[in-house]
DNA sequence: CACTTGACCTGTCCGC
DNA sequence: TGCGGACAGGTCAAGT
């Protein structure tokens, strides 16, 4: 669910949203996967907010920073003056906006607040010095290249066609496994390596280092593509994803592969999607025409 | 090092 | 209807 697209549209909506508030106060409900201290961020002023792989990073005019992990289903809600359509609320925000779920409520200037509600309680978030980002945070630190060319990474953190060929020939591991290793490479999760090895046409279960140059080609290709339609679909609202404003994504409804189990494939019009378990998750793929 | 499994959580769904 | 169990997917720690 929460993979590169899903948080670059809360990242789209936050940067809309949040940029010009104050921090007023933070409100801590449940605070066991909440680090450093919240006093630092108070006061501060929104300046810009990123995203690294799957994390967010909240920039504030004071010095400090917030990284943002939402893992499977937290969310990021926010109300506000800036908020210009009607406030739409989809009902995946289980228990409204202060429920149980509520974990944290940042209150801001102007009457505006986010939201961090998180069901499963895995998502978590850090008060880190920005220009100790990359110091004080473990995933930050060892995150792999961006797949994506933006504007958060320099040239350097891309991930290119010939960074992304030597990881694929460095490992024996299977390629769905390595597509979805975040120190490999940034920002890509179970739904979205499906469906870039069924567009590649790839068996997800092939050993890394058994790609052709080709079906490497193809593969790269296939990954940037299934990442901007994620992203141009507003995210995939599978289990809990929402976006800041309150709404859900679309992807849900154009996936390729990802939870076709026994439908037959759109391509060959002969395979019938197969489900299987690889290194713990659920993969789909077609038998018939991904080889 | 390579690779897999379990833990972290809770809601949902399926079968009996 | 109720209950137990499997399952969901992101990441890290621990195990083989």
Known sequence: MPELPEVETIRLQLKKYLIGHRMSDVELRYSKKFEGNSKNIIGGKVTEVKRFGKAL???????????IHIKLTGQLIYRGPNLKNPNTLSEKVKDGLEGKHTHIIFHLDKSG?????????FGWIKIVKSEELKVKSDFLRKLGPEPLIDEDNPPENILTKEKFTAVVRS???????????????????NIYANDALWLAKIDPRRKSSSLKTK??????????????????????????????????????NHTLA???????????????????KLSGRGTYFCPVCQK
């Open 171 to 189: 490992t024996t591991i299977p390629i769905k496994v390595l597509l979805m290793d975040q120190r490999k490479m940034a920002g890509i999760g």
């Open 215 to 252: 079906e490497i080609d193809n593969l790269f290709q296939a990954i940037g593509c299934v990442l901007k339609k994620g992203i141009e679909k507003g995210g995939a609202s599978e289990l809990s994803f929402v976006t800041p404003d309150g709404s859900e994504g679309e992807y849900q």
């Open 258 to 276: 990802y939870d076709k189990e026994g439908e037959i494939c759109t391509r060959c019009n002969k395979g019938k999607f197969k489900k299987i």
């Open 57 to 67: 990073v909240i920039d504030l005019d004071n010095h400090y920073s917030m990284v």
């Open 113 to 121: 607040k986010l939201y961090f509600n998180d069901v499963r309680k």
